[in-house]
């Protein structure tokens, strides 16, 4: 039985592709047709739809509260900053400690940064998720050190 | 002999090779070129690759319901469990959850007012939102659709999920096609809208935020946003719940896991069935290239909100303090991606320039701005309206 | 305008502002305290932070039942999808699958017979259970409650989805709370209960378990708990299977995944939601405030009936090998916290004796005896009743 | 204190003691022995210790339908939850995922027509289809019967969720013991059917597959196979597209994840579930013995199909291109001990014959092969027939 | 139309603050009066509920199962050591070998004692969860090296 | 009460003792007669069930899928390998690079084959899994590197 199958075998092969070249054909041709004619029909541009959806009512009080929750967390930030620095002076100023030169003096040269967004720069450019982004600040913070000539130590970290 | 034919024959009629039709083979090609764009040009590949190859899954050509459980539409079958945390919006938050334990909000916490950013860039939803009405959607359809202008994957399948779920495909794949696209899409909008002099401008750098501070800052921010729009509370309660566990300091192992297996397998599920719920025989529609259409015009609009709103922050600046307004572009969110451009952008004017850092805030900022856009079109077309 | 004015005031009234009560603020201010508690103090942070933050995001004020699915208790929400998982007690055993494969049961393979100070320390469940029997709750929701005295998170939760699904959150909450709290609860009990010279006693080191006897003991525990209490079969046969993938030798990389990914993400759904079933609006009831009140009472019980049984068993023990009877203390469970208390005074009062090892034994065995407990109360409560 | 007796005697009839049967006991056996094969002689230990102490957990006697929701066929019980993914078919594609992040299918890629070794052992599985049909199995019962000469754990439990869901226990069980086995059932039907000569047989080093070919064979891959038999979609989907995620080379983390914590929980909540599925009450039939003698007949047809179309190959090649037949017994799959098999009998006959990369070829082509002869049997079972 | 909703945004922020604040007072008071209420009302003792729910009966009856579960999984246990230190001696006495010192000599100066519970000390004292625990005890063993003479029967635990 | 409960304790343990022991001894003459008697009656040989069950058609229907399946991904890659080969070398040409030695002339020797298998086999001796075979593979690529002694390189390989 076996063996008279597979002298059969060609003639199957012979009529399936055929089948199948006709059935892919003819798909095709439907397909087109059908999404061609229904794009045509079906788009239109309708203006009224707009106030009949309350488009603009929804879309200017949406945009209203989007800016107004950002606003009060930004708000919230800034006050927090604020206060925390003023503890911290206040706690500084009891013990008697020296204030610390601000940290926008420690900015002021500039090449700290130039180092550090080198680095970034150098590392960005070859990645391509969040996760990464956070992975590589880790990693250049920690590579960071006092010891290490400000830009020699950051040049040298190894790309993953 | 004969009845062997016969089987084979009717074998034959159950096959790919005789179901097929012009549809699956264009979709077969779109998966081949989203995992030849991950590939080759590493475009999202993290996203597009699972997306890709479950289109290709999605678009193997079969007899549907005659009890054999294979299509992401058959009850019963594996897709279709897997789908199911698509479908009822749980997989987004989860994301969200392992987004949070790997975010470092640090560049936000440094410069709060760059937040506002944030939400000048979610114009691209609103716009985007009354475009599809005018195109005939209807409002909860129009919602979802404006959604891609967040620039958020996750956001726009749990707002899809909830308002269009006969949509979640075509949004899901035209939100992250242009989030992948951001290179391509961003950089002649922003330069449109932007002068040279304004290009060039430096800022300060960043100072660094206290560990207090990024504690404080998921609880402060769940509480801000979610008391104005309870309806985000699902994605942003996860996002700043995974944040906290980053900045605890004392639950380490948890935020590994979140960021780690949690996010993967969750982001590995998503990928593949929202590639392969693009099955032909119901994506294949022209309300799909609308949504594909809208989508692009939607980043578009959304990027030009944030560069806008930049520049108009800066009439309140004095010289020194203003911002460089091509940060304003990465408002849109698609961490980092959009970031990124701004920064490639800055460089290419002044090789000093480094932008990055100040792109981040705005960039976070975007995250939290489509969400809770995302929650205020949930209480209005779910409830309200 | 009067419109817009209308939609802002309307949409306002769907605000966490807007629906805020004191209930929504006293939890808040709760979860506020747990995470303080959890990062500061260091108290089960692994537990505390995401219930704490769960508790924050339980009690963003929002208007039920409108169809915006935020709730835990509202039908397709995330939280109620995820808060399947603790109502069906699917959790718990997970969660004992990890710690099974993290446990090494060492201490009390060395030293069996302090297994019985393990079995000393269950008194407090069932004194609590009677006192909740008179204070008027019904006999199966004084079977969850007793259980805090357990001192075991995970049985805790089980038993009361099981027997009170009502209290889940406020029995969690106690159960948890207290055991965090255990280095405050736990030392008083014990001094009042012992004199100095008990407390001076030095034990024999324990001798090294061989690996052939950490094999059979997994097998072994099964076998004889589950013969004796069927119902315990969910949290034991998870627990002893956890520890078997640890100590086969051959099953490493399962046991890893079990006591890392595995039990973390579960902690991660199951504290976040256990925390938002807190939700003011349910929880907030002078029912709350009692199990809270009798939690407290159980944890001090039972470490009264570890302590006094440790002094029990001396009476048939020759001078040199008398127990330390701080150690019964530890049978309680709350592994490894009441351990290290224990281990704690001891060297208070003489700082050569270090009781660690020996209390971890019967600090594993609570974790078995309030297992068994559970699931005699069980069979008795649900069905012989 | 009658009173107390009498609770005590019901609380005893409710206990394993009360309950136990033979059939528990020779089940309890039964697990201890897999437990011990697992760890004693390294027989599959990732799957037989999970297995084994499932089948403990699972035999451990209880009374059922009380409301106790402890077996894992009673509604509400964790384990049932858990089984539900075997039940439905969900676990087996998600460790076929897992598998093909880990399998590296370059000895395919550099001698693809060894390929066709992988399909000639699949003659196993048809075997046992017709003698089961034989000894009064329906149809579908020995189509699943069958898939267990497939030698292949999750394309078996696949099947059999779908084809003959009351036997799933069975059929596991006698697919991982087999696999297990390989070392002792395979050699002697090798030797039986080869000639010393044969088994000398050298082959030349197999070329290195370029990366190219490897991204490129998971998707060509997944076209061929599943568009001539659609119904092997969930199984070969999810293995190519776990293949795709580790050739890719852009999403290594996702195929890490993939390949050890997702797999890892999945298989241990598979291997307890199936191992507790075997309870004594509904597990001990005739049936379950028959399909254990049918699965090792299946093992020894499927080695023998190889060999012999191996031997049959040689026919057409010349000298010097010639295979060593030996590795046609590897197309059973139960990768890669079949493959390891076949690489100790060669260096057994001579030190330096290194069969087995070569091996490893026919050895995941079987996976391939039993996939697709899987899809085919629930086309025609579940519909065509 | 947006900019007149700019110029009304103050007015409109006012009333929503009085209506906010109006409502969370009420609602506190509301609140705080409910709970007492209720807190005063609902709780009594009633001793007799004890014997309807058999209290009692399933307490002793808990106990005592608890009890003699663990206190077969202990006989068994301490009878396993027996056995298998039983069959350890017996095949040495077989193969000729020198039966060592028993390990409670080797614990007789408690030195070893003191080294290991110190370490576990130290180290427990920073620890806060089960896997800590463990990873501990692993890390300890691992720390143990050569140079220090006393613990040498330490040193030759197999680690995994 | 307790007390008289631990006076009466043995009792019941014996009964307790008695009953289960009972329990057990008829449990076990059931099943064993149960599950004899199953066997023998349920067991018979049909040999017509084959073509009701149409059991030759779908077995060589499905061993033919199987074979054509693949087969044809076989001939794919054979004819992707001779593509792909073709490529490579028209690019070389192109450019006018020296064709390296065939890949089948550095197999000549076989000794680095040897040295690759012999590693092989040494790792699998011990390895019992899909993903150890696969770990181990890539180590040996990466320790192979040209500059290192044939053998020795391979023999140092870290067993984890
Ligand atoms: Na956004
Ligand atoms: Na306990
Ligand atoms: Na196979």
Redesign the interface.
Same mark, same amino acid.
């Given at each position: 039985m076996i063996f008279s199958f597979i002298q059969n075998i060609d003639t199957i092969s012979a009529k399936v592709n055929s089948d199948s070249l006709n059935m892919v054909k003819t798909a095709i041709q439907d397909t087109v047709q059908q999404v061609s004619e229904k794009s045509l029909g079906d788009i239109s541009f309708d203006f009224s739809k707009i106030a009949e959806g309350n488009g603009e009512l929804i879309s200017v009080v949406s945009m209203a509260v989007v800016f107004s929750s950002l606003a009060l967390l930004s708000i919230f930030l800034i006050y927090l900053t604020k206060t925390l620095q003023l503890s911290v002076r206040k706690k500084r100023e009891k013990t008697g400690e020296i204030t610390p030169a601000s940290p926008k003096a420690m900015d002021s040269t500039g090449e700290i940064d130039a180092a550090i967004f080198t680095a970034l720069h150098l590392h960005f450019s070859e990645l391509h998720d969040l996760e990464n982004t956070v992975l590589t600040i880790n990693k250049v913070q920690r590579v960071y050190s006092p010891w290490s000539s400000k830009i020699y130590g950051l040049r040298n970290i190894p790309r993953k | 002999?004969e009845?062997?034919?016969d089987? &084979? +024959?009717?074998?034959?009629t =159950?096959? $790919?090779? =005789?179901n097929?039709?012009?549809?699956h /083979?264009?979709m077969?090609v779109v998966g081949?070129l989203f995992?030849y764009l991950?590939?080759k040009k590493?475009y999202? !590949?993290?996203l597009l #690759?699972?997306i890709g190859?479950?289109i290709?899954?999605g678009n193997?050509?079969? #007899?549907e319901n005659?009890?054999?459980?294979?299509g992401i539409y058959e009850q019963?079958?594996?897709?279709n =469990?897997?789908y199911f945390g698509v479908l009822?919006?749980?997989f987004p938050?989860l994301i969200f959850?392992g987004?949070g334990a790997?975010?470092?909000f640090s560049a936000?916490?440094s410069n709060?007012?760059l937040?506002?950013l944030?939400?000048?860039a979610? #114009?691209g939803?609103?716009?985007t939102?009354?475009a599809a &009405?005018?195109?005939?959607f209807?409002?909860a359809q129009?919602g979802a659709i404006g959604i891609i202008g967040g620039a958020d994957g996750p956001t726009a399948i749990f707002l899809a999920s909830?308002l269009a779920p006969e949509f979640i495909g075509a949004i899901a794949i035209a939100a992250y096609s242009y989030m992948a696209l951001v290179p391509v899409i961003q950089p002649p909008v922003i330069k449109l809208l932007t002068t040279k002099k304004e290009r060039l401008i430096k800022m300060?750098?960043a +100072? /660094?935020a206290?560990k207090?501070?990024k504690?404080?800052?998921? @609880?402060? $921010?769940?509480?801000?946003? %979610?008391? @104005?729009? !309870?309806?985000a509370? !699902?994605l942003l $309660?996860?996002l700043?719940?995974g944040n906290?566990?980053k900045e605890?300091? #004392? %639950?380490k +192992?948890?935020a590994?896991?979140?960021?780690?297996?949690?996010i993967?397998?969750v982001?590995?599920l998503l990928g593949?069935t929202v590639g392969a719920s693009t099955q032909a025989t119901t994506f294949?529609?022209?309300?799909s290239?609308?949504i594909f259409i809208l989508g692009a015009v939607s980043f578009m609009i959304a990027t030009a909100g944030g560069v806008l709103f930049a520049k108009f922050m800066n009439l309140f600046f004095k010289e020194g303090e203003k911002i460089n307004p091509m940060i304003g572009a990465s408002g849109v969110s698609a961490? !980092?991606d959009s970031a +990124?451009v701004v920064?490639t952008l800055g460089?290419e004017e002044d090789s000093?320039n =480094?932008l990055?850092?100040h792109a981040?805030a705005p960039n976070v900022?975007g995250v @939290? $701005?489509s969400a809770?856009?995302a929650g205020?079109?949930?209480?209005?077309?779910?409830?309200?309206?």
């Open positions: - | 002999m009845q062997l034919l089987a &084979l +024959r009717q074998f034959f =159950y096959s $790919g090779f =005789y097929i039709t012009f549809g /083979v264009a077969i081949l995992i991950a590939i590493d999202e !590949p993290l #690759v699972p190859f479950g290709l899954i193997i050509p079969f #007899v005659i009890g054999l459980q294979i019963g079958s594996v897709l =469990y897997i009822k919006g749980i938050p959850l987004i790997m975010t470092d936000l916490l709060p007012k937040m506002l944030g939400a000048a979610q #114009v939803i609103f716009f939102f009354i &009405l005018v195109l005939g209807t409002p129009a909830k300060k750098p +100072r /660094v206290t207090l501070e504690i404080l800052f998921p @609880i402060a $921010g769940l509480l801000f946003t %979610t008391f @104005i729009s !309870p309806s509370l !699902p $309660g996860m700043f719940f906290l566990l605890s300091g #004392v %639950t +192992r948890l590994e896991t979140a960021s780690r297996p949690l993967d397998i982001t590995i593949v294949l529609t022209p309300q290239i609308l961490v !980092p +990124r920064h460089i000093s =480094y990055l850092m981040m900022a @939290i $701005g809770v856009a205020i079109l949930m209480s209005f077309l779910l409830h309200l309206v």
